[in-house]
């Protein structure tokens, strides 16, 4: 994932959007205020997921640490010495930050976020020939629950905003066809008065979704 490209998930968002406006002007019926319709959920909708968008790829490089930090234990406990154990774990970093040498890592931190210390501690007691005394198990099964809820959560929110989406098109589909099909006052919908606020809520709902959706986000990385 690129933080700065929209991803595969995100093109099924435009097309979403670009289905929308379809339906809007079945709604609608003035290419004019589709239009305009279309405008005021871009203006919203496409800077939501850019930022959406780098928001995963940060969430995507914690996961890549804590990947690599819990594989860099499990080497040391299996008696692998740190160097080592470094260098055989530093492939899951490949693709999200620079890999050090591991005989710069006095002066070069890695991004492990919340283990960052923890990590630190360690190399402190690879230079006293200290590190294999330590007991990593509770940290390894630790690493394992975050790295396995943060996983299941991102699924999970992904999953509900599409379904969301879905259930809009759908809902947005039945109520054109009721117009359609009901013998109304064609004229109404014609007016200035209905076609204006009518433009305004038709741009929400998927607005609103992408919306709520980067904020969660947001909370996830904030806690990740």
Known sequence: MKKNKLTLSQLGDILALLSSSLLSFMLLRNIYFTLATLLLSSFIVIPLLFSSNKIKYALQCKLASYTFFSSFLKNISCSENVKRSYENAAKYLSGYTSIVPYEDLQDTSLPLYRYQNV??????????????LLFYLPMIDEIKTVTSKLEKDLYRLEKKKNETIIFLLVLELLFALVLFFLPLDGNIFTTFYFLVPACVLLSLPLSITHLIYHYQLKGENDHA
């Open 119 to 132: 990590f630190q501690f360690i190399l402190e007691k690879a230079r006293n020939n200290e590190a294999l």
